[in-house]
């Protein structure tokens, strides 16, 4: 009986039931698509970190080692289990050409280091996860440069200083568990070891990866503050295991997590959808639900009967949905398949996704349950006596249409309506309000980051020109001599040459830990800080947000740190704290005294004067200062940040397109709805004169005005609440407090005439059928 009424309600009312079913489906996908996709990363990041059984602490090293030492502090302490020294030859970008680029990599922000095959652990994999081993004359090149240049297998890299020149030709390309992401700015290139060692006698400085595999993983902070308080080679920073997987997994976790977040807010929309319909059938059904309690039907068989259409729409919806993730999960899983590779399937990729649909199912469940507890209210007689709710009411005297000097009739009417049905357009006002944050929230982040000033959340002040000199021999010498330069140079604006040397800082534990401080006049590019204020003393320091976080440490407290290589200790006042995503988010600045002996590296940004070109000056401090890099800083953040972007491109696009699709999905719904319960009221103004057109422009000035306020709304809530959630996504980078950084045409403009123009559109289609309504078929019936 039941199944025999779930047919003919399905036969009647076909366009009301697809759309649900559609609805549902489209949020049991996201939600199986956003959580498949974090279980996919969690597991290809494992089974990269495996294959090439990456190391649990490192430390970079510019300068010289001794290896014996190194060796005879390992054996000494209990926690090291493995422990390999890797050399790297750096490679100045402007002696790197690749593939069929005629531009060397001059100006990359990417330091090129070519290595050979590891021994122990830390190994470089193919496209399969399979350690490298190439033959002479090849090259491994890193995804990130087959990405950003679209190289091929067979593609030539040609390194060349005049003096030198060799060809390789591309037989792999690198996946690199440590150098993976685009925001870490060092990349690996695997050579044989015969080609490793002309490159080592011929060009390029000596760089050091010295890595630990522990004994026990959950020993890591202990190891790293044992290792940091030794006396062994430490100009470089230190990351150890977790920071890696972080990295790794940043961006596509943050992807994955706005989906699910998408997909929450579409099952909203969604259960209260499922609302609107129930009452109408309620409505619809009033008089019958009213002989069914009068002959003696259960309340609850009666709920049965309609709330098992219901839980058939979803189950098969949800089913549905999670079907077609599984088939359209590669458009989510793609830049992690790319960097991550295939971890090998397990039931948990399957059963975790088909857990969320189940969560899915459950909420509009409960969410019809509890809507069906009208029926409790309905009586026998009351239903008999009126056959409808009659929810509808309005003083007769409010919004009299005699008033009203400044609209036309159909305008006025339509605008009545809605002040009649707050609640029924209570509906339509939430989507237009969900729909236009799902949409303007990803444009504006992503104009955001394509913004010059996003370079403020990396710990860089602005500026026209940034020129970094990494360690070397003469590297103090030829730092004095970009000074010198550049204030001869009446063609400079401004400049400010910084310093970031590594210091010791003493925990609340009483530990030493390495801290990178940047040193110099912080004023002529001041960066904003989210508390207090820039080093203006010797004895202030500020804080990155992250540092600031795991040092326990706010505006006006106090550390102790290790000003230089004789134990001499200074306490330091915390002046501000500001954002910074780079180095893992953990840096310092300071005006501490020069300290050449613990350098990291040295910056200097400038300003040119007005009527000067950059792109000029740039080509010509590369020729002055090589192998300096001197680069734009807009080309720093895209070089920085490139597959982010990419990633939050595809996020926008998708997002806007589920926007446009739900909008027009629910106004089609509640427009058919409306139309057929007004069909009397229809029928009725069409006796009285008012033509099909007429009625239409009535319902195209609701949908009009309910979304216009809508828009206004969502726009609000998008610049405050949309924009305290991205910063809470970023601060587990660095940067906590993201301000949207807006383009009117973008987001005013563009996005609600895509959104207005699409539900203008579907009210006009859905409320076609109006041309049938007459009085004498309403008489009929």
Same mark, same amino acid.
């Not at 009213?290 to 979803?314: C, H, Q, S, T």
């Not at 303007?440 to 940034?466: A, E, H, K």
């Given at each position: 009986m039941l199944l025999k009424i779930l047919r003919k309600d399905f036969q009647r009312k076909k366009s009301i039931t697809i759309t649900l079913f559609i609805f549902i489906m489209l949020s049991?996908?996201?939600?199986?698509?956003?959580?498949?996709?974090?279980?996919? *990363?969690?597991?290809?990041?494992?089974?990269?970190?495996s294959e090439s059984n990456a190391p649990h602490f490192v430390q970079m090293h510019s300068g010289e080692i001794e290896q014996t030492e190194i060796d005879s502090w390992s054996s000494r302490n209990s926690l090291v289990r493995n422990q390999q020294t890797v050399e790297m030859v750096n490679i100045d970008g402007?002696?790197?050409?690749?593939?069929?680029?005629? %531009? %060397?990599?001059?100006?990359?922000?990417?330091?090129?280091?070519?290595?050979?095959?590891?021994?122990?652990?830390?190994?470089? *994999?193919?496209?399969?996860?399979?350690?490298?081993?190439?033959?002479?004359?090849?090259?491994?090149?890193?995804?990130?440069?087959?990405?950003?240049?679209?190289?091929?297998?067979?593609?030539?890299?040609?390194?060349?200083?005049?003096?030198?020149?060799?060809?390789?030709?591309?037989?792999?390309?690198?996946?690199?568990?440590?150098?993976?992401?685009?925001?870490?700015?060092?990349?690996?290139?695997?050579?044989?070891?015969?080609d490793y060692e002309t490159l080592k006698n011929t060009l390029g400085e000596m760089e050091y990866l010295i890595e630990f595999q522990l004994t026990a993983m959950s020993k890591l902070s202990e190891f790293s503050h044992t290792y940091q308080s030794s006396s062994l080679p430490n100009r470089g920073p230190t990351v150890d295991y977790h920071t890696f997987k972080i990295l790794n997994a940043l961006t596509d976790g943050i992807v994955a997590a706005v989906i699910i977040l998408v997909s929450f807010l579409l099952i909203i929309i969604a259960s209260l959808c499922l609302r609107l319909t129930i009452l109408a059938t309620v409505e619809e059904d009033y008089r019958e639900?009213?002989?069914?309690?009068?002959?003696? #039907?259960?309340?609850?068989?009666?709920?049965?009967?309609?709330?098992?259409?219901?839980?058939?729409?979803?189950?098969?919806?949800? #089913?549905?949905?999670?079907?077609?993730?599984?088939?359209?999960?590669?458009?989510?899983?793609?830049?992690?398949?790319?960097?991550?590779?295939?971890?090998?399937?397990?039931?948990?990729?399957y059963v975790i996704p088909f857990i969320s649909i189940i969560l899915i199912f459950l909420i509009v469940i409960t969410f019809c349950r509890l809507t069906f507890r009208r029926f409790n209210k309905i009586t026998a007689v009351e239903a008999l006596r009126s056959g409808s709710i009659g929810e509808t009411k309005i003083s007769k005297g409010?919004? =009299?249409?005699?008033?009203?000097?400044?609209?036309?009739?159909?305008?006025?009417?339509?605008?009545?309506?809605?002040?009649?049905?707050?609640?029924?357009?209570?509906?339509?006002?939430?989507?237009?309000?969900?729909?236009?944050?799902?949409?303007?929230?990803?444009?504006?982040?992503?104009?955001?980051?394509?913004?010059?000033?996003?370079?403020? +959340?990396?710990?860089?002040?602005?500026?026209?020109?940034?020129?970094?000199?990494?360690?070397?021999?003469?590297?103090?010498?030829?730092?004095?001599?970009?000074?010198?330069?550049?204030?001869?140079?009446?063609?400079?604006?401004?400049?400010s040459p910084l310093i970031t040397?590594?210091?010791?800082?003493?925990?609340?534990?009483?530990?030493?830990?390495?801290?990178?401080?940047?040193?110099?006049?912080?004023?002529?590019?001041? *960066?904003?800080?989210?508390?207090?204020?820039?080093?203006?003393?010797?004895?202030?320091?500020?804080?990155?947000?992250?540092?600031?976080?795991? *040092?326990?440490?706010?505006?006006?407290?106090?550390?102790?740190?290790?000003?230089?290589?004789?134990?001499?200790?200074?306490?330091?006042?915390?002046?501000? #704290?500001?954002?910074d995503i780079t180095n893992g988010g953990r840096t310092a600045k300071a005006l501490l005294p020069e300290n050449h002996e613990n350098v990291l590296w040295y910056v200097v940004s400038l300003d040119v004067k007005p009527h000067i070109s950059i792109a000029e000056k740039i080509d010509e401090y590369t020729k002055a200062f090589h192998p300096t890099k001197v680069t734009h800083l807009q080309g720093y953040l895209v070089q920085t940040l490139g597959n982010t972007i990419d990633q939050l491109v595809l996020l926008t696009i998708i997002s806007t397109v589920i926007a446009i699709f739900v909008s027009i999905l629910i106004t089609s719904l509640f427009m058919r709805m409306l139309v057929a319960k007004d069909s009397s009221e229809i029928a009725i103004m069409r006796s009285l004169g008012f033509s099909s057109k007429d009625i239409?422009?009535?319902?195209?000035?609701?949908?009009?005005?309910?979304?216009?306020?809508?828009?206004?709304?969502?726009?609000?809530? =998008?610049?405050?609440?949309?924009?305290?959630?991205?910063?809470?996504?970023?601060?587990?980078?660095?940067?906590?407090?993201?301000?949207?950084?807006?383009?009117?045409?973008?987001? +005013?403009?563009?996005?609600?005439?895509?959104?207005?123009?699409?539900?203008i559109v579907t009210t006009i289609i859905s409320t076609s059928s109006i041309e049938k309504s007459n009085i004498s078929g309403m008489n009929i019936e």
């Open positions: 049991a996908f996201l939600v199986s698509s956003g959580a498949g996709m974090i279980i996919k *990363l969690i597991d290809s990041i494992e089974n990269l970190f402007a002696n790197v050409l690749l593939g069929n680029n005629e %531009q %060397q990599e001059t100006n990359s922000v990417m330091d090129i280091s070519f290595v050979k095959q590891n021994e122990v652990f830390d190994f470089l *994999l193919d496209l399969e996860n399979q350690i490298i081993q190439v033959s002479s004359g090849e090259i491994g090149v890193p995804i990130y440069y087959m990405q950003r240049d679209n190289l091929g297998i067979g593609d030539k890299v040609r390194i060349s200083n005049g003096a030198f020149d060799k060809e390789f030709t591309i037989g792999y390309f690198v996946r690199d568990a440590l150098m993976n992401p685009s925001i870490v700015h060092s990349k690996r290139f695997l050579v044989n070891e015969v639900i009213g002989v069914m309690k009068a002959i003696g #039907i259960e309340l609850n068989y009666i709920i049965r009967i309609y709330l098992v259409k219901y839980i058939a729409i979803a189950a098969i919806a949800c #089913i549905t949905g999670y079907l077609v993730s599984l088939f359209i999960s590669p458009l989510f899983t793609k830049n992690i398949m790319l960097y991550a590779g295939t971890a090998s399937e397990n039931i948990l990729q409010f919004l =009299s249409l005699t008033k009203s000097k400044y609209l036309e009739v159909n305008s006025f009417l339509g605008l009545k309506d809605i002040f009649g049905r707050l609640k029924i357009f209570g509906l339509l006002f939430f989507v237009f309000v969900v729909c236009s944050i799902i949409i303007i929230v990803p444009v504006n982040f992503l104009n955001t980051i394509q913004s010059p000033s996003f370079i403020t +959340y990396m710990g860089i002040g602005q500026s026209d020109i940034r020129i970094d000199l990494q360690q070397s021999e003469d590297i103090v010498q030829r730092f004095k001599n970009v000074i010198t330069y550049i204030e001869d140079d009446e063609d400079v604006e401004q400049f040397s590594r210091f010791k800082v003493i925990n609340s534990d009483g530990i030493y830990e390495n801290i990178s401080v940047e040193t110099g006049d912080l004023s002529v590019f001041p *960066l904003e800080y989210l508390e207090g204020q820039a080093p203006t003393r010797e004895n202030e320091i500020a804080l990155s947000y992250l540092n600031g976080n795991e *040092l326990d440490k706010s505006v006006g407290d106090t550390l102790r740190l290790i000003t230089d290589n004789h134990g001499n200790e200074e306490e330091m006042l915390v002046s501000g #704290i500001y954002q239409q422009v009535q319902y195209v000035a609701r949908v009009l005005l309910v979304m216009v306020i809508g828009i206004i709304l969502g726009t609000i809530f =998008s610049n405050t609440i949309g924009q305290s959630i991205v910063s809470v996504l970023w601060s587990f980078m660095g940067a906590s407090q993201i301000e949207f950084i807006i383009n009117p045409i973008h987001a +005013y403009v563009l996005c609600p005439i895509m959104l207005m123009t699409s539900v």
